[in-house]
């Protein structure tokens, strides 16, 4: 048995999310049914995070375990070639140590959430970004998102339906900036609780137009009740970017 290590991109708006649903296509249904497909062997592939629908991925670590003989540059092209035309890649392939989790073995995730500011709609790039017409403050929305920043209780910005079990945890990072007319907000953290970058974006946003001030975010982080919540920003923006690992490969 040989555990292979994947780094996946995806266009997330065919698919309800990473997990496997019983009510609609998944990234992870697309996978297993590939690598079942080239093996001839029912595999679970493993992600180091669980995407919201609608969600994408530009580098989702991901694993999986093959019994059959088969070198990683082949795996990588086969499951590229059983997975066309859905707009799922493997983009990398190697071997992995046998206690290497794409999940478990995680110690930061990273999401990026791209914002278009301008009042004519999106022709290349509609389900793939946030369209936001009216001018943003990127100072202001800075401002805020340092309120953020650190570890704290985020009930405010979590899913009434978020399945975690505690709802502390420590933002390493939350970064707005702004090329032109696209603004873009990096988010790392180990561990983000369910639509918890969305709901900061959202609430940044609100910031940006004048609708909250600074102070008004640390209130609502201060609150910890999802009804303080301003507002949840549609999944079109947001990608996973990148999982950190112990090891320097």
């Known amino acids: 048995m040989t555990r292979f290590r994947l780094t996946i991109e995806f266009d997330g708006r065919p698919y309800m999310g990473w997990q496997r649903q019983g009510h609609g296509p998944s990234v992870q249904e697309a996978m297993e ?10 595999v679970t592939v493993h992600a180091a995070g669980r995407t919201d629908a609608g969600v994408h991925a530009t580098a989702m670590a991901a694993h999986v375990d093959i019994a059959r003989p088969i070198t990683a540059f082949r795996l990588m092209e086969a499951l590229n070639a ?16 046998d206690d290497w989790h794409a999940r478990f073995s995680c110690i930061r995730r990273r999401y990026v959430y791209h914002i278009v500011n301008r009042r004519a709609p999106l ?18 929305m800075q ?17 009434a339906h978020c399945q975690a079990d505690n ?9 707005v900036s702004r090329a032109g007319e696209r603004i873009s907000v990096a988010a790392e953290a180990r561990s983000f609780l369910h639509h918890q970058v969305r709901s900061m974006v959202g609430c940044l946003a609100l910031v940006g137009h004048g609708q909250w001030s600074v102070a008004d975010m640390g209130k609502a ?21 990148g999982a950190d690992y112990p090891d320097a490969d």
């Not at 709802?167 to 970064?175: G, I």
Request: glycine letters at 6%; proline letters at 8%.
């Open 82 to 97: 059983v997975l066309r035309p859905q707009p799922v890649a493997v983009i990398a392939c190697a071997v992995a140590a």
């Open 33 to 42: 049914v590939a690598a079942g497909q080239i093996t001839g062997e029912s």
């Open 143 to 159: 401002a805020a998102a340092d309120q953020l920043v650190g570890r704290h209780d985020f009930t405010t910005f979590r899913s």
């Open 221 to 241: 982080l201060a609150a910890r009740d999802r009804a303080a919540l301003g507002f949840n920003a549609p999944p079109d923006g947001l990608y996973f970017v």
């Open 123 to 140: 022709a290349l790039e509609a389900g793939l970004a946030w369209r936001v017409p009216k001018p943003l403050d990127c100072m202001a």
């Open 167 to 175: 709802p502390v945890r420590t933002l390493d990072r939350l970064d």
